[in-house]
C-alpha cells in the first residue's frame, strides 16, 4: 500500500522538504516540540469523558477490593462469614439497609460476641445474618482475580502464539493456526461447566487452584487466546512486510529486536483491546458459574453467588443482597468496556477529526 | 468451494474429536464413579451391572473413551418410511448443478443453500435414525430420546430470543450509524453497552422479579410466568389459549436472551455500517443523483449486512450452549437444563452428547457463515 | 457570448471540527463556459476538493456547511435547489470522477448494474435499452468485450480499468460538465497517461466541460485550456495555461512552476522549493495566506488580505499586492530572495499539525494493510 512517487511536476515535493527551510523552525529560538504517540494517545483518552470516568470507578473498586482485609482489621468493615447479632444475641437475618445504631455485634462461631463496625448494615443483612456490604466488598476478589489472571493469560499466549505464528510463515504459522482453530472451537460455557463442577473434586491438583477462583481464572485463559492470537497474527504479517522493518533487518537488526522495537509495539493496540474485553467476558463468565452453583464454593463470598441467593431472596422482598451484589457486577464490567472502547478510540489513528 | 467446505468439515472434526476427549477425561478426574448414587440403592444392582458393561466402567480410561465413542457413532435405528428424503437429495444434487451453471454468483450460493436446507428438511422428517448414545446414569431412559425430546424446547427458545434481537437490534445500528452523534445514537449505544455488560443471570433474575413477581403483587394481574414452558392445564385450553399460554411462558426467557444479544447486533450493526457510509462508493451512489433513501438502502445496506450474518449464524450455534443460564432461571424444558442436572451427577452418558451436540452445531453454522460470507460478498473465492 | 456553463459566486464552505471551524473554502468566485476545460491546482488540503463537493451539493451537514455563495448551473442556483431538483442535476448535468478508482465503486454489484443505475436515473429508457446505452458507454472507454464486462465485479479489475468504467458512468448521461476530483493521482504514471488522453478524447467529442482537479501541474499542461491555482482556501491566481505557465503574477505559482522540471527549459537551474509548509485553514495568518512563505512579502502584506485582479496579459488575474512590481517571468530560482525568519511564526504550529497527519495515514495504511491480510487470508484458506 505504498503512494505511487510523485511524478516530476507535481509540487508534493516543493512542501515537504524541511531541509530546505531551515530557518522555519529556528524562528525566535522556537524549537517544535515533538508529539509522540504516546502524547497523542493520552490527549485522546482524557477526550473520552466516560472512559476516563469509567477509569477512576475501576482503580476505586479495585483498591477497595485488595484492601479488604486491611479495611477488616482496621474495623471498617466485618469478617465476610461472621453472623451479626443484635444486643439481645439474637440473630439479624434478612435486615433492610439502615445506618448503625451501635447495637450491632459480630458472634464468630464459638466466641464471644465483638462490637460490629459501622458499616454493618448499611447494604443489609442476608438470609444467615452476615453483612452484604462486607460480602459484596469480599466478593469482588473472585471477579477480579478471574479477570486479572485470565486477562494476563490471554494477553501473553495469545501475543506469544500470535506473533510467532505471524512471523514465521509456513509451517510454523500453519500448525498454530490450525491449533488456534481447535481451540477456538472449543465451546466456554459448557467447559467451564464441567471444570466448575469437577475442581472441587480434583484432589491431585494443589489447593490454591481448587479452592478459589484461580482454577476457573487458568482454565479461561487457556480457552480464551484464540481471538487475540488470530488478531495478533494478522498485525504480524503485515507489519513484517513494512517498509521499516525492512529497514531495520537491512541495518542487521536481530530478529528479537525487530519483533520487540519495531513491531509489539505496532500492535499494542489492538492486544489492549482485545484483552480488555476477554476481561469483562472472564469476570462474566466466572459470575455466571458462581450464580449456577459451579463457581468458588460457599461460604466464600462471590458477587454471582450473592446474586444466586439474593434472587432467591428477593422473591421473599429482600431485594437488597441481589441488587448490591449485582449492581457491583455491572459497574466494574461496564467500566472495563467502557475503558475498552476510550483505549479502541484513543488508539485508532483514524479516530482524529471524524469525533465530534 | 467444495475442497474448501470439505477441509473445513475435516478440520471441524478434528476439534470434535479433541472436545469430546478432553470432556470425556475432564469427567473421569470427579472424585467418585458415576455410580456412586445408584450405588445407595440396592434394586439397582442390575442396572449398575448393565451400564458398567456397556459403558466398560471397570476398565482404564482411553478403553472407556473408546467405548463410549464406538457406541456414539453406532446408529441403532434407521427406518426410511417412503422414498421421499432419497427424491430430496437427488432434487438437490441436481438443482446444484443446474443453479451452478445457470445464476450469477452471489445469487447462485443463496440458491444452493436454500436447496439444500429444504433437501436436509425433507430428510430428516421423512427418516427415523437413532444412535447408540446409551441410557442415563439416573435411570431416566435412553439418552438420544433424553435429549432429542428437548431440543424443541431450546430451539423454541433459541429461535424467538433471536428473531427479536435480530428485528429489533440490526435496525437499531443502522438507525444509529444513519443519525450518528445524535442524542437517539449516544443512548442506544450507551443502552448497547449496560446490556453488553450485564451477565444474563442479572437480567433473567431482573426480568423474573419485576415482570411477574412484583408486577402482580401490585396490579395483581397474572402478565406473565416465571417457570416452565406450558400450563398444566394446556391440553384444556382452547387454540388462542394455547397462543396466549405459549406466549406467556416464552416472553420473559426470550427477552431475557434477546436483550444482551440485541446490544451486540446493534454495537455490530452501527459500526459496520459507518464503515460502509464512509466509503467512497457511498460517494460515488450519491453523485450519481440517487435519493438518501436509495442510497442507504441499496448501497449501504447491502455492504453493511455481510459481517452481520456471519455473526447471526455463529449466534444461532451457539444457541443450545448460550440457554444453559436462561434455561435453568426459568425452569424451561431444553437441553441447557438438562446439561445442568446431568453435570450436578457427572452423567457423563448425557452431559457428553449435549456436548458435542453443541460441538457439532458450532462446526456446522462456521461453515455455513463461510459460505453465506462467500455469497453475499463477490471478492471472497474460495481457493 | 455565450452564458457561462457554471458560475460560482463568494463560495465559503466551512467544516466544524473539534479543533476549530475550517474554512476549507473561503470566498472563493470563478465560471466555466460550455465546453472548457478548467485545471483547478492546490495542494492537499488548499479547498479544491471542497470546491467540487460544494458544486455536487456532496457537503454533508452538520460538520460541513456552505456558509454564502452562489452556484449558478444553467440560470439555476445549486445552492437554493432542494434535494430532489439536486439529485436529477447529480450523475445526470454534472458528472464526477473521485481519486481512488479502487474503492470508488461498489464491490458487491456488477459493473453493469452500477452503469444501468445511473441511466435508469437520468434517462427516460426501459431496462433493455438502459443495458445497451452502458454497454455502449462501456465500448465508448475503449474497454474490449463490453457485453461480458457487464456481469463482473469491480474487483476483478485493475486501477486503470476501474477509472475507465467510472469515466464511463460519468459520461453515461452526457453531462454538460464533468467534475474530476484528482482521477489519475492513484494510478500508475502510464496509465495515467491513457486516462488523460481518453478523458481528452471524449470530452473534446461531445463538447463536455471538464473541471480537473489535481495537484499535477503536468497533468493539467496537457489537458486544460485554463487554470486556476488555490491556495488555503482562495484562489491566488487564475487565467489561460500559457498566460500562468509563461507570465506567473503570483509568487505562490511562480514557486510552483519553478519547482517543477521542464523538458523545454534550455538553461539548467536549480529547482526551487517553497519555503514551510502550507498554514492551518483554522488558524490562517493575518493579511495574505501566502505571506509567512513569500520572500517578497512587506508591511501591507500581514494586514490586508489580496483580492484577485487583473494583472499580467489580458484575462489573467492575481491576489497579489505586489504583482505589477515583481518581474516574476524573468526570476530565477536562485535569485529568489530568502523568507524572513519573523515572517514565519505564523507557521509554528502547522509543522506540528502536518507530523500528525502523516502519523496518521501510517497508520491508516497499516489498517489497510492488516484488513487486507486479513482478507486475502481468508480467500486463500
Known amino acids: ?356 | 468451494m467444495l475442497s474448501y467446505i470439505t477441509r473445513r468439515l475435516v478440520y471441524g472434526l478434528v476439534t470434535l474429536l479433541a472436545l469430546s476427549m478432553i470432556v470425556f477425561t475432564l469427567l473421569q478426574l470427579s472424585g467418585g464413579g458415576p455410580l456412586d448414587r445408584l450405588k445407595l440403592n440396592p434394586r439397582m444392582q442390575p442396572v449398575i451391572q448393565q451400564l458398567t458393561e456397556l459403558w466398560g466402567l471397570d476398565q482404564p480410561i482411553w478403553r472407556q473413551y473408546v467405548t463410549w465413542l464406538k457406541n456414539y457413532l453406532t446408529v441403532s435405528e434407521f427406518s426410511v418410511h417412503n422414498m421421499l428424503p432419497f427424491v430430496a437429495i437427488g432434487a438437490a444434487v441436481v438443482a446444484t448443478v443446474v443453479l451452478g451453471k445457470l445464476m450469477k454468483s452471489h445469487w447462485k450460493g443463496a440458491a444452493i443453500l436454500g436447496v439444500w436446507a429444504i433437501a436436509m428438511y425433507i430428510v430428516f422428517v421423512n427418516i427415523t435414525i437413532k444412535f447408540n448414545w446409551g441410557i442415563s446414569f439416573q435411570g431416566a431412559g435412553d439418552v438420544w430420546d433424553l435429549v432429542f425430546g428437548r431440543v424443541g424446547a431450546t430451539f423454541r427458545l433459541g429461535l424467538s430470543a433471536l428473531f427479536l434481537a435480530l428485528i429489533i437490534g440490526v435496525p437499531l445500528g443502522i438507525y444509529q450509524a444513519v443519525r450518528q452523534y445524535s442524542f437517539f445514537d449516544q443512548l442506544g449505544t450507551t443502552a448497547s453497552f449496560v446490556f453488553f455488560s450485564t451477565p444474563i443471570f442479572i437480567i433473567g433474575v431482573g426480568l423474573q422479579l419485576i415482570f411477574a413477581l412484583y408486577f402482580e403483587r401490585w396490579t395483581g394481574v397474572k402478565l406473565f410466568y416465571v417457570a416452565g414452558m406450558n400450563s398444566s392445564n394446556y391440553d384444556t385450553l382452547s387454540v388462542a389459549g394455547k397462543i396466549g399460554d405459549t406466549l406467556r411462558h416464552l416472553v420473559l426467557p426470550a427477552v431475557s436472551i434477546a436483550l444482551i444479544s440485541l446490544a451486540g447486533y446493534a454495537r455490530f450493526q452501527r459500526a459496520s455500517m459507518l464503515e460502509v457510509l464512509h466509503s467512497d462508493y457511498l460517494r460515488t451512489a450519491k453523485a450519481k443523483g440517487l435519493p438518501r433513501s436509495k442510497v442507504i438502502v441499496k448501497h449501504a445496506l447491502r455492504n453493511a449486512m455481510i459481517p452481520v450474518v456471519t455473526l447471526v449464524s455463529l449466534d444461532i450455534a451457539f444457541m443450545i450452549g448460550g440457554a444453559i443460564i436462561t434455561e435453568t432461571i426459568f425452569g424451561w424444558p431444553g437441553i441447557g437444563r438438562l446439561y445442568i442436572t446431568a453435570i450436578g451427577t457427572i452423567d457423563y452418558p448425557v452431559v457428553m452428547a449435549i456436548v458435542m451436540l453443541i460441538g457439532i452445531m458450532i462446526v456446522i453454522m462456521n461453515v455455513v457463515a463461510d459460505i453465506l460470507y462467500g455469497v453475499m460478498d463477490p471478492r471472497v473465492r474460495y481457493d | 457570448m455565450t452564458e457561462p456553463l457554471l458560475e460560482v459566486d463568494d463560495l465559503r464552505t466551512y467544516f466544524t471540527t473539534e479543533e476549530g471551524i475550517v474554512r476549507a473554502v473561503d470566498g472563493i468566485s470563478f465560471s466555466m463556459m460550455p465546453g472548457q476545460r478548467l485545471g483547478v491546482v492546490g495542494e492537499s488540503g488548499s479547498g479544491k476538493s471542497v470546491t467540487a463537493l460544494s458544486v455536487m451539493g456532496l457537503i454533508e451537514p452538520p460538520a460541513g456547511q456552505i456558509v454564502t455563495g452562489r452556484v449558478m448551473f444553467k440560470g439555476r442556483n445549486l445552492l437554493e435547489l432542494d434535494e430532489d431538483e439536486l439529485q436529477s442535476v447529480r450523475g445526470g448535468q454534472i458528472a464526477m470522477i473521485f481519486q481512488d478508482p479502487m474503492t470508488a465503486l461498489n464491490p458487491v454489484y456488477t459493473i453493469g448494474d452500477q452503469l444501468m443505475e445511473t441511466i435508469l436515473l437520468h434517462q427516460d429508457v426501459n431496462r433493455s435499452e438502459a443495458r445497451e446505452i452502458a454497454i455502449q458507454a462501456i465500448e465508448d472507454v475503449h474497454i474490449p468485450n463490453a457485453k461480458a464486462q457487464m456481469l463482473d465485479y469491480p474487483h476483478q479489475y485493475s486501477g486503470g480499468m476501474r477509472q475507465r468504467i467510472m469515466i464511463a458512468m460519468g459520461l453515461s448521461c452526457n453531462p454538460d460538465l464533468l467534475i474530476a476530483d484528482e482521477p489519475t493521482t492513484a494510478l500508475d504514471v502510464t496509465t495515467q497517461a491513457q486516462i488523460m488522453d481518453l478523458m481528452l478524447e471524449l470530452a473534446e467529442e461531445r463538447g463536455t466541460a471538464v473541471m480537473l482537479i489535481t495537484h499535477d501541474l503536468g497533468v493539467v499542461a496537457g489537458f486544460c485550456n485554463d487554470l486556476q491555482v488555490m491556495y488555503a482556501g482562495g484562489i491566488v491566481e487564475s487565467g489561460t495555461i500559457d498566460d500562468i505557465y509563461y507570465n506567473p503574477q503570483h509568487p505562490y505559482t511562480w514557486g510552483l512552476l519553478e519547482s517543477m522540471t521542464r523538458l523545454d527549459d534550455e538553461q539548467q537551474h536549480r529547482l526551487y522549493s517553497i519555503p514551510g509548509s502550507p498554514p492551518s485553514v483554522i488558524d490562517l495568518p493575518r493579511g495574505c495566506r501566502f505571506r509567512p512563505r513569500c520572500g517578497f512579502a512587506t508591511e501591507i502584506c500581514g494586514q490586508v488580505l489580496p483580492a484577485l485582479r487583473p494583472v499580467g496579459n489580458p484575462g489573467q488575474m492575481a491576489a497579489c499586492h505586489h504583482a505589477e512590481e515583481l518581474n516574476l517571468k524573468e526570476l530565477k530560482a536562485d535569485a529568489a530572495p530568502t523568507v524572513e525568519p519573523a515572517a514565519a511564526t505564523d507557521s509554528d504550529l502547522t509543522d506540528v499539525d502536518l507530523d500528525l497527519q502523516e502519523a496518521d495515514v501510517e497508520g491508516i495504511e497499516a489498517q489497510r494493510s492488516a484488513m487486507d491480510q486479513v482478507e486475502g487470508e481468508e480467500g486463500s484458506l
Open chain 1, 1 to 356: 500500500m505504498t503512494e505511487p512517487p510523485p511524478p516530476s511536476g507535481s509540487f508534493v515535493g516543493a512542501v515537504e522538504e524541511p531541509s530546505e527551510s531551515p530557518f522555519l523552525d529556528d524562528a525566535e529560538g522556537m524549537a517544535v516540540e515533538p508529539i509522540t504517540q504516546w502524547d497523542l494517545f493520552w490527549t485522546r483518552l482524557r477526550r473520552h469523558r466516560l472512559a476516563m470516568i469509567s477509569a477512576g470507578i475501576l482503580a476505586f473498586i479495585i483498591m477497595v477490593v485488595v484492601l479488604a482485609p486491611l479495611m477488616e482489621s482496621a474495623g471498617w468493615i466485618d469478617d465476610p462469614l461472621v453472623r451479626l447479632v443484635d444486643d439481645g444475641g439474637r440473630s439479624l437475618r434478612n435486615i433492610p439497609p439502615r445506618l448503625s445504631d451501635g447495637t450491632v455485634s459480630v458472634l464468630p462461631p464459638g466466641e464471644q460476641a465483638v462490637p460490629a463496625s459501622a458499616t454493618a448494615l448499611i447494604f443489609g443483612s442476608d438470609d444467615l445474618g452476615r453483612g452484604v456490604f462486607t460480602r459484596v466488598i469480599y466478593g469482588g476478589r473472585a471477579s477480579l482475580t478471574v479477570g486479572f489472571v485470565t486477562g494476563l493469560m490471554v494477553a501473553f499466549l495469545g501475543t506469544m502464539i500470535g506473533s510467532i505464528a505471524g512471523y514465521y510463515p509456513g509451517g510454523v504459522d500453519q500448525s498454530l493456526m490450525r491449533f488456534t482453530d481447535l481451540v477456538l472451537g472449543l465451546p466456554l460455557l459448557p467447559i467451564a461447566i464441567v471444570v466448575g463442577r469437577i475442581l472441587p473434586e480434583m484432589d491431585f491438583l494443589p489447593d490454591w487452584i481448587t479452592r478459589g477462583p484461580m482454577g476457573i481464572a487458568l482454565l479461561l485463559g487457556i480457552l480464551s487466546w484464540g481471538g487475540l492470537a488470530r488478531i495478533v497474527r494478522a498485525e504480524f504479517m503485515s507489519l513484517r512486510e513494512k517498509e521499516f522493518v525492512e529497514a531495520a533487518r537491512a541495518a542487521g537488526a536481530s530478529d528479537r529486536r525487530i519483533v520487540f522495537r519495531h513491531i509489539l509495539p505496532n500492535a499494542m493496540s489492538p492486544i489492549i483491546v482485545q484483552t480488555t474485553l476477554i476481561v469483562g467476558i472472564a469476570i462474566i463468565v466466572e459470575a455466571a458459574l458462581s450464580f449456577l452453583g459451579f463457581g468458588v464454593p460457599p461460604p466464600t463470598p462471590t458477587w454471582g453467588g450473592m446474586a444466586a441467593e439474593g434472587g432467591r431472596l428477593a422473591v421473599r422482598g429482600f431485594w437488597w443482597e441481589l441488587v448490591f451484589s449485582a449492581s457491583a457486577l455491572i459497574v466494574t464490567v461496564l467500566s472495563i468496556n467502557f475503558l475498552g472502547d476510550g483505549l479502541r478510540d484513543a488508539l485508532d489513528p483514524t479516530q482524529t477529526i471524524e469525533r465530534k
